[in-house]
């Protein structure tokens, strides 16, 4: 059964850039029935997609948050990772990776257990 | 403000029937297949209903889906105090852009 789990600092200063990363384990990320997301959630709030990468090295970025976000792909580490810039404090929320799939339906299937990231100086 | 729209809270007591709306637009669940999530406090989402109305595997037939127009419902039956926790709905946006609802807190009294 596939594993995700989000890593990286907790505290971020403002104006600095969020980077985080997700390992995934007991699969492959170069499996091609996926894509590979990052979601977030502020506290005591609802879920925002930030966006989403394919093995391909292709994404697609909610437009809401496009101009700071970037997702990269190493499948050599299993890993995806996450980098927001010029955060404020409105960004501090617990970050999600989670497993898309996009044949036979769309829908994520797995998540990981979150991280909080906290922007504050 | 979330895209697709949930009541902030639902209730209902051991063994009743509860549903959980979830509405949306054209570009979305009008056009898409819509997914719920559970959510206990402090843990990962958990896939509860996909593609409107599937379950995955280990989720009890207590749990349903539906979808009509640009509306979905969840509906749990014979509700348990395990039952108890945070709902979402979620649907793919023509605008290539997964959307969420705000979510639903569900007490059993």
């Known amino acids: 059964q596939v594993q995700l789990q989000e890593s990286g600092p907790g505290l971020v200063k403002p104006s600095q850039t969020l980077s985080l990363t997700c390992t995934v384990s007991g699969g492959s990320i170069s499996t091609g029935s996926y894509y590979w997301s990052w979601i977030r959630q502020p506290a005591g709030k609802g879920l925002e997609w930030i966006g989403r990468?394919?093995?391909?090295?292709?994404?697609n970025y909610n437009p809401s948050l496009k101009s700071r976000v970037t997702i990269s792909i190493d499948t050599s580490k299993n890993q995806f990772s996450l980098k927001l810039s010029s955060v404020t404090a409105a960004d501090t929320a617990v970050y999600y990776c989670?497993?898309?799939?996009?044949?036979?339906?769309?829908?994520?299937?797995?998540w990981g257990q979150g991280t909080l990231v906290t922007v504050s100086s | 403000q979330s895209v697709l729209t949930q009541p902030p809270s639902a209730s209902g007591t051991p063994g009743q029937r509860v549903t959980i709306s979830c509405s949306g637009s054209s570009s979305n669940i009008g056009t898409n297949t819509v997914n719920w999530y559970q959510q206990f406090p402090g843990t990962a989402l958990k896939l509860l209903i996909y593609t409107n109305n599937q379950r995955p595997s280990g989720v009890p037939d207590r749990f349903s889906g539906s979808k009509s127009g640009t509306s979905a419902s969840l509906a749990i039956s014979g509700l348990q105090s395990d039952d108890e926790a945070d709902y979402y709905c979620a649907a793919w946006d023509d605008s290539l852009n997964w959307v969420f609802g705000g979510g639903t807190k569900l007490t059993v009294l």
């Open positions: 989670a497993r898309e799939r996009w044949m036979g339906g769309r829908y994520f299937d797995s």
């Open positions: 990468i394919y093995t391909s090295g292709s994404t």
